[in-house]
């Protein structure tokens, strides 16, 4: 007797979408991600949606000025609310330590050399920041990296630079400036590494919170996303991250103000340094805690009440009261 039954249709593969920033190295480590999951997962499809942010278009005015809440991140995490992206790719020094209601922090990948980078005109070439002649001209639109930059090589200039890494380098080459400073990551990621002219030591500039590590943003409860985002997930980067992130949130500090922080982990100890910088680079205060790194955010926020108490809040009162003027 013939089966009456029906054949089973297996029903048709989710598509991911992943949403991300239109420059070039967004979409790079955009790419990054997608050919990774696609290889963790290859019944899935996987579709990247590009959009502008407020970061994106306003090109004229220094970070410092138009404010970071969301600058770069916005645009990306109302398409994730909406419901037409499943999550996004950030650079995780873009990302806001505290994120909107029914978002969070799904992924952090593993870090690139999170270090500051000399990029130099060629008529500097045989050149360092120590060497430049006095009133050479570099650039930078980190307020991190102008203060420090400030304090150990006052005989320099200092100016503004916004636009894409691609946009930067073409005003460094077009005679702008003497030299541009710009995270070893990117530079790596889009296989510039050989324009690195000199990379800056901690002593000399510690880097952003989460620079050269991916911070994956995805809905909460995505139970779904966030196990396939667990296959980019790396413990020692993240439990990095986590501290540094503790940190800046418990100063609630951001692009508007100078703060830095390096950290290292040995093992299973976590070493987190971070520092708060005038504006001006006349005061730099430093300080250092280390502990297990299971206990990575208690350690940062710790390191942040340290600061306060060695003289910081005096600073970050005094910053964010010239930008509420």
Known sequence: MQSTAFPVVSPTPRTIRIVSRKSQLALIQTHWVRDELQRHFPELGFEVVTMETQGDKVLDVSLSKIGDKGLFTQELEDSMLRGDSDFAVHSL????????????????TEREDPADALVIH?????????TLPPGAVIGTS????????????????????????????????EGGYDGIILAVAGLQRMDMGDRIHEILPADISLHAV?????????????????KLLSVLSHAPTTARCLAERAFLRELEGGCQVPIGVNTHLDEDTLTLTGLVASLDGQQLIQNTVQGPSAEAEALG?????????????AILDEINAANRA
């Open 93 to 108: 020094k873009d990302l806001p330590t505290r994120l909107p209601e029914g978002l969070m922090l799904g992924c952090i």
């Open 122 to 130: 060629p008529s500097h070439r045989d050149k360092t920041l120590a």
């Open 142 to 173: 980190s307020l991190r990296r102008l203060a420090q930059l400030r304090h150990h090589y006052p005989h320099l200039t200092f100016k503004d630079i916004r636009g894409n890494l691609n946009t930067r380098l073409r005003k460094l080459d």
């Open 210 to 226: 989460g620079q050269g590590a991916l911070g994956i943003e995805c809905r909460e409860g995505d139970e779904d996303i966030l």
């Open 301 to 313: 926020t710790q390191l942040a009440q340290q600061l306060r108490a060695q003289g910081a809040q």
